[in-house]
């Protein structure tokens, strides 16, 4: 999938540790995700071409922010649950199983080798949401820290 980053300059550290950083970044990626999320959603439904994978649309939400092992905070912002339309049937066994929307959203991106297209969205939706999400998180940092 894709990967988001924000790098920050050296002397906001010696600031940030006089701030309380956990609140800061939590409070940051739950105020930034959701513009992800819509960002996510307008171009995911680009990529849809057939009625049944609009359900792979509203499926896309935000997680809640965690802290790693690492200490770092992240925030998922990826299709969640399975898709009521499309079955997997299964050629060795006799099983039918429904497909998960996170697979959906693969098929998506890269294409099935031989039957569809890569018509890749992930990249496209985090470029066009990265100066909002980056705005959203120094709002929230200045509003913490008291800045202007």
Known sequence: MAR?????PEDFLSELLETDFDEIAEEA???AAPLLEDSLKKSCAVAVEHEGDS???????????????????????????????????HKKKDRKYPVSNA????W??????????PRPFIDRACNEARESVTAKMQEVYNRKVGSK
């Not at 697979?103 to 693969?106: D, H, S």
């Open 103 to 106: 697979l959906k959203a693969i």
């Open 4 to 8: 988001f980053e924000v790098d920050f």
């Open 108 to 117: 998506k991106e890269y294409g099935i080798p031989g039957r569809q297209p």
């Open 29 to 31: 990626l739950k105020e």
């Open 55 to 89: 359900e792979l649309v509203d499926s896309i939400k935000a997680g809640k922010p965690k802290k790693t092992k690492t200490d770092a905070y992240i925030v998922n912002v990826s299709p969640k649950g399975y898709s009521k339309t499309k079955i997997y049937h």
